[in-house]
């Protein structure tokens, strides 16, 4: 979990309180602002984010099958986001009465945010990796769920897995309770001889690694997409569009939410490795700039949901499955329930389109919205 900033290198891990030119500021004023803003935003993130999320994992443990690699992604989404939503009550009660529950619990709360947050990153360019497989080298598309593919998929997320448990293991590691303005709060602290080479490493790796590659990665796969989809043979232009206009949200929902936190993060890091901020209140801006960005970032797990349902899966189709089920249960004729079928693209490779009796014979990719 970020805490509030400073750049002090004798008192750098002081959270309050430190000497810009011989003077200091007394950051109150911010920890007041975080004590009403971050429990409004988390407390909305977690009711939003968990219904989201939850109705995903239900859906596809409800005898659903994981057909594809972006299944699975999806389902470890949805599961990550929701261990990084279930943190944020006690960073909630954190920021408006410090921290109740110790060092150990400090720990292993810092780490939990900060693996989910990084996996969550991870596995969205993951997605958008497969999406490129399926359109533009799988001949098959969706049909490869032998148990060797499906070891192959499970090897993927363990993978990304790891990466995220690595990035995260700083924050396991350094962060601990500490007593500042007379209450206990939780936070990283450096060795005084590392605290600000670690810092900056920290932060530009995590920017590196959280957006930067994640967005390449989109931006790569999804305009190689976007241009298989667009030459489409055979395709009606409405459904064309819909695919692409998909595609186009979800990088712009990425972009979004993410920039303005890894912006400021960047700014931070310069900061840490410069020395550029020498007006408290300047320092004080920048403090709740990593407050608002940041809980701005979160509103991305609340998303992922409605936008990944969209994409890949054929999502829609397995509410609608388990909904069927739900009203044969409840005595509900299946027939009541209208099922909305997503928009299932066939691509045919160019030396495939010979003649129809051919195309008709060819194996196809399927790119489902």
């Known amino acids: 979990m970020e805490d509030l900033y400073y750049n002090d290198e004798d008192n750098f891990n002081d959270t309050y309180y430190y000497n810009y030119e011989h003077t200091i500021c007394n950051k109150e004023d911010v920890r007041l602002f975080a004590g009403v803003f971050l429990p409004i935003i988390y407390s909305l993130a977690l009711v939003v984010g968990v219904a989201g999320n939850a109705l995903v994992v239900v859906v ?3 005898k659903v099958r994981l057909r594809t690699l972006t299944d699975m992604c999806i389902v470890n989404l949805a599961i990550s986001d929701l261990l990084l939503l279930f943190t944020l009550p006690f960073w909630a009660v954190d920021a408006v ?4 529950l110790g060092s150990g619990a400090c720990k292993i709360t810092s780490f939990l945010y900060s693996t ?3 996996c969550g990153m991870l596995l969205l360019a993951c997605i958008s990796v497969d999406r490129y497989c399926s359109v533009t080298r799988s001949p098959t598309g969706r049909t490869g769920t032998s148990p060797q593919v499906r070891r192959q998929w499970l090897l993927v997320c363990v993978v990304l897995w790891a990466v995220a448990s690595f990035l995260g293991l700083p924050d396991l590691i350094f962060s601990t309770v500490k007593h500042s303005h007379h209450r206990m709060t939780c936070t990283a602290i450096y060795p005084p001889h590392m605290a600000r080479p670690a810092k ?3 932060e530009l790796l995590e920017v590196a690694l959280r957006f930067l590659v994640p967005f390449l990665v989109m931006v790569v796969c999804y305009c190689c997409v976007g241009r298989v989809l667009s030459r489409a043979p055979g395709v009606r232009r409405d459904r064309k569009w819909r695919a692409l206009r998909v595609l186009l949200a979800v ?7 993410q920039l303005p936190y890894n912006v400021v993060k960047l700014c931070r890091a ?3 490795i410069y020395l550029l901020v020498t007006n408290c209140d300047v320092s004080k801006n920048l403090d709740r700039a990593v407050q608002v960005t940041e809980g701005l970032a979160l ?4 998303i992922n949901p409605v936008v990944y349902a969209f994409m890949g899966s054929s999502f829609r189709g397995h509410v609608f499955k388990v909904a069927k089920l739900l009203g044969q249960r409840f005595g509900r004729h299946p027939k009541d329930i209208n099922e909305e079928p997503a928009v299932e693209i066939a691509l045919k490779p160019c030396s495939q389109m010979q003649s129809q009796s051919d195309s008709e014979q060819a ?3 399927n790119f489902t919205i």
Do not use: E, R
């Open 60 to 62: 596809y443990t409800s």
């Open 97 to 100: 009465h410090g921290w109740k």
């Open 299 to 302: 509103a991305h797990a609340c």
């Open 200 to 202: 900056a490493a920290l």
């Open 270 to 272: 310069m900061d840490v």
């Open 251 to 257: 990088v712009a929902i990425f972009l979004l939410t």
């Open 363 to 365: 194996d196809t990719s």
């Open 116 to 118: 989910n947050f990084s």
